[in-house]
């Protein structure tokens, strides 16, 4: 098969064409016969995205999965243009263990998805690296779930174990969390400061047991000078954005909307969602990852934090082409190589992120000019809702490939 088009990597944009072998991309050139499938010029081909942060929901308890499961995740990942994702373990059976990691794995396996997920392990109070290698994530303060630490100490006696592993991080101070438990709004209960000092302890952490490093779902513009001079002293760092912190900020909460536009760590205020937004442009942030939470609208109401993101992340990324001046070729770095390169060391033989022979044939393809307007009839998470419901964004996903095959989701 041979599809034809506007060709996006990190470095240009480019007319050509790619073949695909069963489920590989094979060659990739400017004269390789007759194309099948020709994209228009209003879209852009990109290596199929993917989204290294979500919480699928789904585990050997089956507590959750009225929330979502693997295969409602995948076919929203596929409605969004995400070829792959990575699965959070704050789970009500928890991946801490080479036992418990593969039942979850085993339970993966068993919904027969189209997509790729990945499955981080969990780092908890006493919890010990498996014999594997797999990424790893540490929930410094309270979030959704019972995987966290009350004290730093606590956390840096743990992480003692872990040296040299792949950790992301949760950055919020659950020392100073405690501080502030009782303010009056879930904003000023976890306030800036919070993650600023846990960016602070994490990047300590990371220098002092060797970790390769990954800060999630970033928000706070204080921090970004502590990021950048941790990457001078040679610290293996990266760092996720959400959509949410980059689209709104804390300006549009109100008593009718606050069930709905909490999450952890909260909206922040419009000059530090500025500052998220230059710091994606600009390398300090190396990801748009979804943090995509998906919870009933009723829970939303009581309070229970996060946010569905993957049906609307091929729409979003279109609107940062077109309103903030995204060039493609940085996309294809955020959206493609750089969680491409994140996954591919525990994916093997899959290899995601670019349009080169040997890759996967999966492939995102975008229209950038085909305005989409978000309804809640056209998602596919479980939950059924998105915090940009009603929003039009200025294109759309034409086409999501995955291993080789053009899907739609069910």
């Not at 991946?95 to 990945?118: G, W």
Request: hydrophobic letters at 35%; a negative charge.
């Amino acid at each position: 098969m041979i599809i034809a088009g506007r060709l996006v990597s990190p470095e240009h944009v480019t007319s050509g064409q790619i073949r695909i072998e069963g489920e590989s991309i094979v060659e990739v050139g400017s004269d390789l016969g007759v194309a099948d499938v020709t994209c228009s010029n209003d879209c852009l081909i990109f290596a199929g995205m993917g989204d290294i942060h979500i919480h699928a929901r789904d585990d050997i308890s089956l507590e959750q999965v009225y929330k979502e499961d693997f295969s409602t995740s995948a076919a929203a990942a596929v409605n969004g243009g995400v070829v792959h994702v990575a699965d959070m373990p704050n789970n009500p059976a928890a991946p801490i263990d080479d036992n418990s990691y593969a039942a979850k794995q085993a339970h993966l396996d068993s919904r027969n998805v189209p997509i790729h997920i990945t499955l981080y392990a969990g780092i908890g109070p006493g919890t010990r690296p498996l014999t594997q290698p797999v990424p790893y994530k540490a929930y410094m303060g309270p979030s959704v779930g019972d995987l966290f630490f009350t004290t730093l100490a606590q956390l840096e006696e743990t992480l003692a174990h872990y040296r040299g592993q792949c950790v992301s991080f949760h950055c919020e101070d659950p020392e100073l969390l405690e501080q502030y438990k009782d303010e009056p709004t879930h904003e000023q209960r976890r306030p800036a400061i919070c993650e600023f000092s846990a960016t602070r302890f994490a990047l300590q952490m990371i220098e002092k047991f060797d970790l390769t490093g990954k800060l999630c779902h970033y928000s706070v513009g204080e921090g970004i000078p502590l990021i950048k001079a941790a990457r001078k002293k040679g610290l293996r760092v990266t760092c996720e954005v959400t959509p949410h912190h980059l689209f709104f900020d804390d300006s549009v909460l109100n008593n009718d909307n606050r069930g709905k536009m909490q999450m952890n760590p909260p909206l922040r205020s419009a000059s530090d969602r500025r500052a998220m937004i230059e710091a994606l442009r600009d390398g300090t942030l190396d990801y748009i990852a979804t943090d995509h939470a998906p919870h009933t609208k009723e829970e939303n109401a009581k309070g229970i934090s996060g946010q569905p993101h993957l049906d609307t992340y091929g729409g979003f990324v279109t609107w940062l082409m077109a309103e903030e001046n995204f060039t493609p070729q940085r996309i294809a770095e955020v959206c493609s190589a750089n969680p491409g390169d994140f996954v591919n060391p525990y994916c093997a033989p899959k290899k995601f992120g670019r349009i080169e022979p040997g890759y996967t044939a999966s492939l995102t393809v975008l229209n950038t000019n085909d305005p989409w307007t978000v309804q809640a009839a056209a998602l596919k998470t479980k939950c059924g809702w998105s915090p940009f419901e009603g929003m039009t964004f200025p294109g759309r996903v034409e086409a999501t490939w995955v291993n080789g095959k053009l899907l739609t989701a069910e």
